[in-house]
T-cell receptor
Framework: AAGVIQSPRHLIKEKRETATLKCYPIPRHDTVYWYQQGPGQDPQFLISFYEKMQSDKGSIPDRFSAQQFSDYHSELNMSSLELGDSALYFC??????????FGDGTRLSIL | RKEVEQDPGPFNVPEGATVAFNCTYSNSASQSFFWYRQDCRKEPKLLMSVYSSGNEDGRFTAQLNRASQYISLLIRDSKLSDSATYLCAVNIDDYKLSFGAGTTVTVRA
């Protein structure tokens, strides 16, 4: 079965650079979620979109923004990157309030 | 205080053993409950949803106790492949999941 697809799998950036992470949800899923998981941490909710509208916001820094497009894919834009932004970034999708399914994640390393 | 608390373990058990652990949540308005499994910095994979009546999926049994605000996971006849971190996740509203820090289980031969 099709899963959540994230790209890129790995990304290396330097401080103050920008990064864009992409997420393609499972077909027919209408909700996309972004989570950040730092080393030794549990996933922390960043932001979610339902039917292309922001539905909830968590601990997302002001330097980050996200959107969901007409084809339901989502992008997380990160600017002025800091060392502390190094983490695994997971996208998850669901149909309405059904369980969330996660993508493989993007490992972001800031040098 | 975190919204979701878990015993971090680690639980080191021999193959064939039964292992069980709990997760407590602080918000009584929590609506949905899940167990996810995460292997070594890979993505969380949905193991099972947890219902008030309790539910079983093969060797895995999950229970929800709303009065005491905890959920549990029991693994019977442990396999080496069950070694992982088990994340408890709770939905407070329709959207975000709040995760516990995870319980590490190591099954030894």
């Amino acid at each position: 079965a099709a899963g959540v697809i994230q790209s890129p799998r790995h990304l290396i950036k330097e401080k103050r650079e920008t990064a864009t992470l992409k997420c393609y949800p499972i077909p027919r899923h209408d909700t996309v979620y972004w989570y950040q998981q730092g080393p030794g941490q549990d996933p922390q909710f960043l932001i979610s979109f339902y039917e292309k509208m922001q539905s909830d916001k968590g601990s997302i820094p002001d330097r980050f923004s996200a959107q969901q497009f007409s084809d339901y894919h989502s992008e997380l834009n990160m600017s002025s990157l800091e060392l502390g932004d190094s983490a695994l970034y997971f996208c998850a999708s669901s149909f309405w309030n059904q369980p969330q399914h996660f993508g493989d994640g993007t490992r972001l390393s800031i040098l | 205080r975190k919204e979701v608390e878990q015993d971090p373990g680690p639980f080191n058990v021999p193959e064939g053993a039964t292992v069980a652990f709990n997760c407590t949540y602080s918000n009584s308005a929590s609506q949905s409950f899940f167990w996810y499994r995460q292997d070594c910095r890979k993505e969380p994979k949905l193991l099972m949803s947890v219902y008030s009546s309790g539910n079983e999926d093969g060797r895995f049994t999950a229970q929800l106790n709303r009065a005491s605000q905890y959920i549990s996971l029991l693994i019977r006849d442990s396999k080496l492949s069950d070694s992982a971190t088990y994340l408890c996740a709770v939905n407070i509203d329709d959207y975000k999941l709040s995760f516990g820090a995870g319980t590490t289980v190591t099954v030894r031969a």
